[in-house]
């Protein structure tokens, strides 16, 4: 398929098809968060898809233009973020407005330069947090601590689906803008 130009709202009906598609599944399942599911979300099932990267990378580059803030890098935990923030890198670059990327490990790495915060971040970088999928946002808390303890801002939270189970009020709580490309119950 050809989505060269797309408009959003054809992107965005697409990468619905493709969620819906390729990384919801229907069953028993204990999320990371510890809750129950009869729903699982594999959200790298579309980002790690060609067209879905092509499709999250345009879609979040311009709900990250829609906050009408000055951000230098993009950047999330590791293996959720990674292809978004490619996408997001590849979109900007397309856009002539280059935006760095960076993935959060875990821990830090404990051979080489020992980084806990890979890629183009830098010191005093306005940051947009992305993930796949939010249940209580706990791993992107941990992304959000790093970049601040490397002193990093903040400015917003993107995710691709909200599973709507406390992770965007657990952000707008600590102060952090949060939006999400799709609600759970767009998708089911």
């Known amino acids: ?30 999320l990371a968060s510890g809750l129950k599911s009869s729903y699982y979300i594999d959200g790298k099932m579309t980002t790690f898809d060609a067209e879905g990267a092509y499709l999250v990378g345009i879609l979040m580059l311009e709900e990250i233009r829609k906050l009408n803030l000055k951000i230098d890098s993009v950047g999330g935990p590791t293996m959720g973020a990674d292809p978004i923030v490619t996408g997001v890198g590849i979109a900007s670059h397309l856009q002539s407005n280059p935006l760095r990327i960076f993935a959060v490990r875990k821990e830090t790495k404990g051979h080489g330069a020992q980084k806990l915060i890979e890629g183009n ?68």
């Open 1 to 30: 398929m050809e989505n060269t130009n797309l408009p959003a709202s054809q992107a965005r009906q697409k990468l619905k098809e493709i969620l819906q598609t390729k990384s919801i599944t229907h069953g028993d399942f204990t």
């Open 121 to 188: 971040f830098k010191e005093g970088d306005r940051v947009v947090i992305v993930e796949d999928v939010i249940t209580t946002g706990g791993s992107i808390l941990q992304s959000i601590e790093a970049v601040e303890n490397s002193k990093g801002a903040v400015e917003a939270v993107i995710v691709v689906v909200d599973r709507m189970q406390g992770g965007k009020e657990n952000m707008e709580k600590k102060g952090y803008r949060f939006n999400s490309l799709f609600e759970i119950n767009e998708l089911l």
